[in-house]
């Protein structure tokens, strides 16, 4: 019986805990808005909770080069300072930011913070004579192409299929600034292609940054000749 009664007792303190839990409220760039319960699991692992749309996502802790990035699976919710960015495998990544805080007085309030995550928006056009292949994708990256003795790093990549889109296709990523390097050389590369076929490429470099900051990138790729893959 005392036994039942401890039991009892510690699955009541558990819920209890569970839920004083405090939940952060943030809203994204595209209207939604979801909140955030930052805890541990049984075995003392931290882990965030996310409540969005009537559901509940639980997501593990993961290492990551700069803030905290929660991810399980497709799921992915990176957060830094009062920003964060989710993604869900299916729908163009949100930008969000904490909406908890009260607003600033009006009068003399000092300039922010810049954002931890900045933008990188574009288009890309290619001269299409005729229809593209069925399953040809737009692949662009933002990357750091400042080490001559190695690939150009990665920092985000989106993937567009482009069945039926009309040109120029425009895009927007989403890049850590804590990413990058003192002397980094950030440009943007895009290219098309059907499984491992290349059709399209670009042969110019676009920087991404003018002095530090994000610039609009229009991009025009060239059709490519013979196999390249």
């Known amino acids: 019986m005392i036994r039942h009664l401890l039991l009892l007792l510690s699955l009541f303190f558990c819920a209890v805990a569970h839920a004083e839990v405090e939940r952060i409220p943030y809203t994204c760039d595209d209207g939604n808005r979801l909140a955030a319960a930052f805890s541990t699991d049984s075995d003392g ?5 996310l409540f969005m749309g009537g559901r509940e996502f639980t997501l593990p802790l993961v290492p990551a080069a700069s803030g905290a990035l929660y991810r399980d ?4 919710f990176h957060t830094k300072g009062d920003d964060a960015l989710f993604e869900d495998g299916r729908n163009p990544m949100r930008r969000c930011t904490r909406s908890d805080a009260a607003p600033p007085p009006a009068a003399a309030a000092p300039p922010g913070a810049p954002s931890s995550f900045m933008d990188i928006t574009g288009s890309v056009a290619f ?3 005729g229809a593209l292949p069925a399953g040809a994708v ?24 482009l069945a039926g889109l009309p040109v120029p296709i425009p895009f927007k990523m989403t890049v850590d600034r804590d990413l990058l390097r003192k002397n980094a050389r950030i440009t943007v590369a895009a290219r098309i292609q059907r499984g491992s076929t290349l059709l399209f490429i670009n042969d110019t470099s676009y920087p991404a940054l003018i002095d530090g900051q994000p610039r609009h990138v229009e991009m025009v790729l060239k059709q490519v000749t013979g196999k390249r893959r």
């Open 138 to 161: 737009l692949v662009i990256r933002v990357q750091d192409t400042s080490r001559a003795d190695a690939p150009a790093f990665t920092l985000a990549e989106q993937r567009i299929e």
């Open 45 to 49: 692992r931290p882990q965030a909770t």
């Open 127 to 129: 001269p299409a004579r």
């Open 73 to 76: 699976g497709d799921l992915r």
